[in-house]
Nanobody, 117 residues
Framework: QVQLVETGGGLVQAGGSLRLSCAAS????????MNWYRQAPGKQRESVAS???????YYADSVKGRFTISRDNAKNTVYLQMNSLKPEDTAVYSC???????????WGQGTQVTVSS
């Protein structure tokens, strides 16, 4: 069974920083990509950042230049460094790992990030 455990959410003032971590454990093989999504109240879930097995990265336009995704392959852990946070970054952030021959999606439980103005 695969588990994704996220840590690092919380309350921060605008302009501040937070670092999210997501550690994958269990029978997870051949990770294709590790990804962060977020969902704000009343809005659809959106992709925030992704990092592929080869190291290529993707960022949503709204976070480019402020967020950095990275991964530790030895620990099956993905990080999201969030700087210059804005109130509109407030959301539940969820970790996603896509793995295996069939690109199976695994999800973490989500962690709340609240940015006060």
């Amino acid at each position: 069974q695969v588990q994704l455990v996220e840590t690092g959410g919380g309350l921060v003032q605008a302009g501040g920083s937070l670092r999210l971590s997501c550690a994958a454990s269990g029978s997870i093989f051949s990770i294709k990509s590790m990804n962060w999504y977020r969902q704000a109240p009343g809005k659809q879930r959106e992709s925030v950042a992704s990092i592929a097995s080869g190291g290529g990265t993707y960022y949503a336009d709204s976070v480019k230049g402020r967020f950095t995704i990275s991964r530790d392959n030895a620990k099956n852990t993905v990080y999201l460094q969030m700087n210059s946070l804005k109130p509109e970054d407030t959301a539940v952030y969820s970790c996603n790992v896509r793995a295996g021959a069939y690109y199976t999606d695994y999800w973490g439980q989500g962690t709340q990030v609240t940015v006060s103005s």
